[in-house]
């Protein structure tokens, strides 16, 4: 009988100290069983922890952790080790006592164009060791293999790779990201499927101004019309060496400095200006800028898939539709036209100047002292 009594003593004794210790175990973790890796303490192990870890990393005294839960690694301090430790927790359940290290580009997949040269931003975590880069095949991309700078070389798919050496306890790792280089064409190659890519300052042909940009080059002007217009019409505007089309500038030209912009101006001005414009282009895959005769604007919208009633000179009121002229001119990177009166070079007499308006799809005769917009063309 006292036996039992004494045993019932202990066990409530027992009960007792359990309850002391549980209630003490910390309190930010609620179901009081720590789980290795959860190092805000909310329960679950997942990619928030580690960017907890990281920014406690960075501003210790700032940054509220469960110490014991982010030592990961079990080195006894909390540390950049713990971070892949922690990774390994999230992808496979459990900690990484061979810590392996964390490595990837930035873009998985990158576009550029012949004869750019750009690096891929690259991430990593875990080893201190050497990065060192390969790029295959090399008739498409070189790279520097210490800096990851890549040459596109050639047209076509390369893969880039990096490999982390291992350093420490810290495993090696590879990365890897696909590179689609686009050939480049020249002008003097163009074909009809070009109308409505861009030619740039360099005599380079690109679909859009930001593939433009991508690739290193400023985009000039929207490609409009493919074919010779040597003096046809009897308003050839330039020289015989540009034989292979018309191309339309991708803004309006302001009054008489030729800056980008929209404002409209009297013919005297509207030469001025369009002769000016400020726009780069290829000096020698290119004509100056200039103003479109009448004949030049009717080829240009014909080329955009309008329609006209143009056989061999203008008349009042004559039909000019512009087709897709809108969405091509949006679409490359252009900004598009105001839907109103647009200079041409074409005199009807001595004070009055033929124009094209966008809004009534008409070509008229007006005054030279009235105020319209101007868009200059380059031939190529
Ligand atoms: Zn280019």
Redesign the pocket.
Same mark, same amino acid.
């Given at each position: 009988m006292q036996k039992r009594l004494l045993s019932i003593t202990w066990l409530l004794a027992v009960l007792v100290s359990t309850f002391t210790a549980v209630s003490s175990l910390s309190a930010a973790n609620a179901s009081n069983v720590l789980k290795l890796g959860d190092v805000d303490g909310n329960g679950t192990v997942n990619v928030a922890d580690i960017t907890v870890l990281i920014n406690y990393l960075k501003t210790p005294s700032t940054v509220n952790i469960i110490s014991a839960a982010a030592d990961a690694y079990h080195d006894g301090e909390v540390n950049a080790s713990d971070e892949a430790a922690i990774a390994n927790i999230i992808m496979s359940g459990t900690p990484d006592k061979s810590a392996n290290s964390i490595l990837f580009f930035t873009e998985p997949t990158v576009k550029k164009?012949f004869g750019t040269a750009f690096a891929n931003t690259i991430v990593r975590a875990g080893s201190t060791g050497a990065i060192t880069y390969s790029a295959s095949p090399a008739s498409v991309a070189t790279v520097n293999a210490t800096t990851g700078e890549v040459t596109c070389v050639g047209a076509g798919q390369a893969t880039v790779t990096a490999t982390l050496a291992a350093s420490g306890k810290f495993k090696g790792a590879t990365a890897q990201y696909e590179l689609n280089v686009a050939p480049?064409i020249m002008a003097s190659a163009v074909t009809s499927s070009h109308i409505g890519q861009v030619i @740039?300052n360099?005599g %380079?042909i %690109?679909a859009t101004v930001s593939d433009?940009t991508d690739?290193g @080059?400023t985009a000039s002007a929207m490609i409009a019309y493919v074919g010779n217009l040597n003096n046809a019409g009897g308003n050839g505007a330039y020289s015989d060496n540009f034989n292979h089309g018309l191309a339309i500038a991708l803004t309006d030209v302001s009054n008489t400095i030729g800056e980008e912009g929209s404002s409209k101006m009297q013919l005297s001005n509207a030469y001025i200006s369009a002769g000016a414009y400020t726009r780069a282009r290829s000096a020698t895959y290119t004509s100056a800028w200039f103003l479109p005769s009448v004949y030049q604007w009717e080829r240009i919208l014909i080329g955009c898939g309008g329609t006209t009633s143009y056989t061999d000179k203008p008349s009042n009121d004559m039909l000019f539709s512009y087709g897709n002229f809108h969405t091509m001119m949006t679409g490359c990177g252009g900004t598009d036209v105001q839907p109103n009166a647009y200079w041409s070079s074409t005199q009807f007499e001595t004070y009055n100047e033929w124009y094209y308006n966008f809004g009534f799809k008409r070509i008229y005769w007006g005054s030279k002292t009235n105020d319209f917009y101007v868009r200059a063309v380059l031939a190529f």
């Open positions: 164009a480049v @740039c360099n %380079h %690109h433009a690739a @080059c």
